[in-house]
């Protein structure tokens, strides 16, 4: 199995209060993804990091931001939770290999209820 | 932008009965396919995949075809298990047009024993 580890895996927070999750690698892989799986919208990409300190918007970036200090970790925050940010999420990490890339490895997900 | 369309199900079956899930993409380039599974309460594990036009993947009796000429990756095993119910996911991957993984919505195939 692909190192990665998500932490933690289950939060209950409250509305409003930001959020931080964590997401690490024992892989070196140069892509981390930050993903929320929904019902009856499949996953969805939220960030993503290309290297360290590099990273770019996905299709439901909005209230979401993203940090990769060191390759092996990339953290996501809800700056100010919300009920519509209760889901499941999960990290994968990929690599490349002349241009194609490698398979996505997931991490088992956390599981986030905001109140 | 590029995209995935698969059959969202669910789908039911007899064990023993042969499985089709249908996947079809539209990409600019030319991208790698990918059939993911996931079980209850788990990550997405990667099932199997192909890398270009004609190439088969296939794992666990499970397999699929690259269809350049219709976009399509279809999803078929002979003879299903009971402990293959879980929800599939076809993807695409073309970092050739700065598309990371696009996921279809997934199809949850229950077998029965």
Not at chain 2, 19 to 29: D, E, H, P, R, S
């Amino acid at each position: 199995d692909a190192g990665i580890t998500q932490s933690p895996r289950h939060k209950v927070t409250e509305t409003g209060t930001p959020v931080t999750l964590r997401c690490h690698q024992t892989e070196n892989h140069r892509y981390m993804y930050w993903y929320r799986q929904d019902p009856g919208h499949g996953l969805r990409l939220i960030h993503y990091s290309y290297g360290v300190k590099d990273t770019d918007k996905g299709e439901v970036s909005d209230g979401y931001s993203v940090s990769r200090s060191k390759t092996e970790d990339f953290l996501l925050t809800l700056e100010s939770a919300t009920s519509s940010q209760t889901s499941v999420y999960f990290c994968a990490i990929s690599e490349s290999v002349r241009r194609k890339n490698t398979e996505a490895f997931f991490g088992q997900g956390t599981r986030l209820t905001v109140v | 932008g590029n995209s995935v369309t698969q059959m969202e199900g669910p789908v039911t079956l007899s064990e023993e009965a042969f499985l089709t899930i249908n996947c079809t993409y539209t990409a600019t380039g030319y991208p790698s396919l990918f059939w993911y599974v996931q079980y209850p309460g788990e990550g997405l594990q990667l099932l199997l995949k192909a890398t270009k036009a004609d190439d088969k993947g296939s794992n666990k009796g499970f397999e699929a075809t690259y269809r350049k000429e219709t976009t399509s990756f279809h999803l078929e095993k002979g003879s299903v298990q009971v402990s293959d119910s879980a929800v599939y996911f076809c993807a695409l991957s073309d970092l050739d047009y700065g598309q990371n993984f696009v996921f279809g919505p997934g199809t949850r195939l229950s077998v029965l024993p």
